[in-house]
C-alpha cells in the first residue's frame, strides 16, 4: 500500500478490503461512495476514530473519503483470491 496514505486511510481500507473478503462488498468498485450501495460507508469512518462534530473534522473526513476513493480507483481489479494476502 502506498506510504503516502493517512493512518486513517490505511484503517478504512483494511475495514473494506475484510468487507471484500466476507462477501459484504464486491471487488472493482471505484469510488467510496459506491460502498454505500452495499453498506453504510459512514462506519468505516466512524471505526478509524473520525468525527463529525465541526467545519474542520469534516474537511478531514472528505480527504480520506478522497485518498480511499484513489485507492480503490487504482486497485479496481483486486479479486477475493489475491485480496487474502496481507495488502497494507
Same mark, same amino acid.
Given at each position: 500500500? +502506498? @506510504?503516502?496514505?493517512? %493512518? ?10 475484510? !468487507? *471484500? ?18 453498506? +453504510? @460507508?459512514?462506519?468505516y %469512518? ?9 467545519d474542520? !473534522? *469534516? ?23 489475491? %485480496? ?5
Amino acid at each position: 500500500m +502506498d @506510504a503516502t496514505l493517512s %493512518l486513517e486511510a490505511k484503517k478504512i481500507i483494511r475495514l473494506i478490503v475484510d !468487507d *471484500i473478503v466476507k462477501g459484504q462488498v464486491p471487488t472493482g468498485l471505484t469510488a467510496f461512495s459506491q460502498l454505500h450501495d452495499y453498506v +453504510d @460507508a459512514n462506519e468505516y %469512518l466512524i471505526e478509524a476514530g473520525l468525527d463529525y462534530a465541526d467545519d474542520e !473534522d *469534516i474537511r478531514r473526513c472528505n480527504m480520506i473519503v478522497e485518498e480511499v476513493s484513489d485507492w480503490l480507483y487504482h486497485h479496481k481489479t483486486y479479486r477475493r483470491r489475491e %485480496l487474502r494476502k496481507p495488502v497494507i
